[in-house]
């Protein structure tokens, strides 16, 4: 691939900062920063580009920070999902990979493991699609393609040699607050594997567009209620951020692999 799009969130602020493409030959030659303007707002967007050894083209990367806001940090519930998804489809990218910090539900799924979201579950509420005008029915069937999801997950099963839940269902509450233990268990009961407060509104976005898309869910937490042995156990958004953080060389790796292949 030549052009992929990165949108990032919790923990994913130095993530071209610390780029990391081990042996593969890539190398970072030019770093910009730019904003793109849509009919939704401005976005900053990051632009990588890449190098490779022996290689006559030059990739790019287009990283996406989707809380980004005047030196504040966007709540979920308010970030503009119309202009961002808009600004990293503009980029012409021949996928878009987004990350979202999770709580994971699964007991195969503990925090500082990074798994792939294979669909969404979202009883939120209202609404989110660019065709307010004219319908436009997009398919969700396969939103995120096996075919991509089938690059990656080598990289993901060698993160551990315990058993990992890493195809998952991933419930969306609209935040900011985390979830209650009651609504955690109703969420799994129907099915959901990990929880997220930004993943629906960018893969229904992305899925009206028709992009490729690889949805990687860093389980930052255990998701309220699923702590094994401590139910009772609290939620710290720093905590999660930090634990997010951790997972930056897991994604590097599965950014390299799509360049790759």
């Not at 602020?13 to 030959?25: I, M, N, P, R, T």
């Not at 006559?56 to 961002?84: M, Q, W």
Request: charged share 20%; with cysteine.
């Amino acid at each position: 691939m030549q052009r992929i799009a990165v949108i990032g969130g919790t923990g994913m602020k130095q993530l071209v900062a610390e780029a990391d493409f081990g042996d593969s030959g890539f190398t970072v030659s030019q770093v910009d920063s730019l904003i793109s303007e849509n009919e939704y707002g401005e976005v900053p967007i990051e632009v990588m580009v890449l190098s490779r050894q022996g290689g006559s083209e030059e990739c790019r990367i287009f990283v996406i920070h989707r809380h980004h806001g005047d030196g504040k940090t966007t709540p979920p519930h308010l970030v503009n999902y119309h202009a961002i998804v808009r600004a990293a489809a503009d980029c012409r990218p021949e996928v878009i990979l987004s990350v979202q910090s999770v709580g994971g539900i699964d007991p195969n799924f503990p925090p500082g493991i990074v798994g792939m979201a294979e669909h969404t579950l979202d009883f939120s509420g209202g609404p989110i699609t660019f065709s307010s005008d004219d319908a436009h029915h997009a398919d969700m069937t396969h939103h995120y393609p096996e075919e991509l999801r089938g690059l990656l997950r080598p990289i993901l099963a060698a993160q551990s040699d315990d058993e990992l839940c890493l195809d998952h269902v991933v419930a969306h509450m609209t935040g900011p607050q985390f979830e209650t233990p009651a609504e955690v268990e109703a969420l799994h009961r129907l099915g959901a594997t990990a929880v997220s407060m930004t993943i629906s509104p960018e893969a229904k976005l992305v899925g009206e567009l028709g992009i490729p898309h690889v949805g990687l869910i860093a389980s930052s937490n255990w998701a309220a209620g699923k702590t094994p042995g401590d139910p009772d156990s609290k939620i710290d958004h720093l905590s999660v951020e930090a634990k997010a953080a951790d997972m930056r060389g897991t994604i590097w790796q599965c950014i390299t692999a799509l360049l790759e292949n």
